[in-house]
């Protein structure tokens, strides 16, 4: 019964780090494709001008950035954007819309970032000079080191899972081989072979770490439903790339699969050895 129990919460937590480790490479990946090449321009109020003026100023950025050979595209980032990015720090509609936001152009990079990112600075003419260029290379490497921590110690969390499970099995063979002793000296002597026996040894441990995987992962299961529930409700889910529902359940089976695998495996090579002493 307890080793039912430990391979169900060895399974439980195997699966969650598995589910955890595709997140975060799925997560690391995406935004490194989509973030590593990116940087944003911004226009700020140069000489107290208006909406068409400055509007006026964007289009010729816009108009000069396009010409640039660092650059792979520009897009101007609407007014209607840039008002929903501020809705959480700022309530009030009335007051939103009447705030003189800057002019904030998306700029996509044909190359590495933060060299792309100078040359586009010291390529814009004189009446764009005082233009704000932010890279964001620099902290989308902090945050890539921080998601990469995450994935080793989900990785670390999965090896110690299985190297976990050996144990038991092992501990479990000793015990068995040291309290059946007479048993299997008697099954010897009527004929039985080490390699029978230890069949009979992995068969119980199959007949109990396959329910206990299985409910393992439904549990697994089960709670990634309700971290999802939760970060959808609180808008955390956004900061986690979209990964299929197929992808995640694929990975996550891989968890009870080879743990009943493994214990299946290590039982009958731990019983062999253990019955070695019999000879």
Not at 200 to 223: E, K
Request: aromatic content about 6%; some cysteine; hydrophobic content about 50%.
């Amino acid at each position: 019964m307890m080793f039912v129990i430990l391979m169900t919460v060895l399974v439980y937590l195997g699966s969650l780090a598995m589910a955890a480790q595709a997140a975060l490479g799925r997560t690391s990946v995406a935004w490194g494709d989509e973030l590593q090449t990116r940087m944003t321009l911004e226009l700020p109020f140069l000489n107290g001008e208006g909406q068409a003026e400055r509007q006026k100023m964007a289009d010729k950025l816009l108009q000069e950035l396009s010409t640039n050979p660092d650059i792979a595209s520009v897009k101007q980032i609407s007014d209607e954007e840039k008002q929903r990015l501020l809705e959480s720090w700022v309530s009030d509609d009335e007051l939103l819309r009447s705030l003189p936001l800057p002019v904030l152009i998306d700029v996509q990079l044909k190359g590495a970032v933060q060299s792309g990112a100078d040359r586009v600075k010291e390529r814009l003419s004189l009446p764009y000079q005082k233009v704000k260029v932010y890279s964001h290379a620099g902290w989308m490497n902090t945050l890539m080191g921080f998601l990469n921590v995450l994935g080793y110690l989900s990785i670390i969390m999965i090896i110690l899972t299985f190297f976990t499970l050996v144990t038991v099995v092992a501990v479990i063979a000793r015990a068995v081989t040291a309290v059946q002793k007479d048993t299997i000296e008697l099954m010897h002597f009527i004929g039985a072979s080490d390699n029978l026996i230890a069949v009979q040894f992995q068969n119980h441990i199959q007949r109990l770490s396959l329910p206990a995987s299985v409910a393992g992962f439904g549990l697994a299961g089960l709670t990634l439903i309700v971290i999802i529930l939760i970060l959808n409700t609180s808008g955390g889910l956004s900061v986690v790339a979209p990964m299929s529902w197929v992808t995640i359940v694929f990975v996550m089976t891989l968890v009870p699969l080879c743990a009943t695998a493994l214990s299946v495996v290590s039982a009958r090579l731990l019983a062999l050895k253990q019955l070695k002493q019999f000879l």
